[in-house]
């Protein structure tokens, strides 16, 4: 009987060695390979961030100059302006397009 007992604990005692052998393998060729990848991807997001960064400034910068050129524009006296009622022409337009569409349902 204790022939068995011992034969039962060998066998467990390789089966459990083997399994912790190949469980650290596969942990380190794997992990590894998850490392490696993990390290490509956050590069690759780094640098799309710097990208995004860059593009923000840009945007920023051309918003600035687009808030400059209408502040002046608006500052400015627009020549031919001065006697128009934009709501009368508003009017006007509406009017016109009305009566197109009543021309062209009947």
Same mark, same amino acid.
Request: proline content about 1%; glycine content about 6%; charged content about 25%.
């Given at each position: 009987?204790?022939?068995?007992?011992?034969?039962?604990?060998?066998?467990?005692?390789?089966?459990?060695?083997?399994?912790?052998?190949?469980?650290?393998?596969?942990? %380190?060729?794997?992990?590894?390979?998850?490392?490696?990848?993990?390290? *490509?991807?956050?590069?690759?997001?780094? &640098?799309?961030?710097?990208?995004?960064?860059?593009?923000?400034?840009?945007?920023? @910068?051309?918003? *600035? @100059?687009?808030?400059?050129?209408?502040?002046? @524009?608006?500052?400015?006296?627009?020549?031919? @302006?001065?006697?128009?009622? %934009?709501?009368?022409? *508003?009017? %006007?337009?509406?009017?016109?397009?009305?009566? &197109?569409?009543?021309?062209?349902?009947?």
């Amino acid at each position: 009987m204790t022939y068995f007992l011992y034969q039962i604990t060998l066998l467990s005692t390789i089966a459990v060695l083997a399994g912790i052998g190949i469980g650290w393998w596969l942990y %380190f060729y794997y992990g590894q390979t998850q490392q490696v990848q993990s390290n *490509k991807d956050l590069d690759m997001v780094k &640098n799309y961030l710097a990208e995004s960064v860059k593009e923000n400034s840009r945007l920023k @910068l051309q918003l *600035k @100059l687009s808030e400059e050129k209408i502040e002046t @524009l608006t500052q400015e006296d627009l020549p031919g @302006l001065g006697g128009v009622d %934009f709501e009368a022409y *508003k009017a %006007f337009e509406n009017t016109i397009k009305e009566a &197109n569409l009543r021309k062209y349902l009947n």
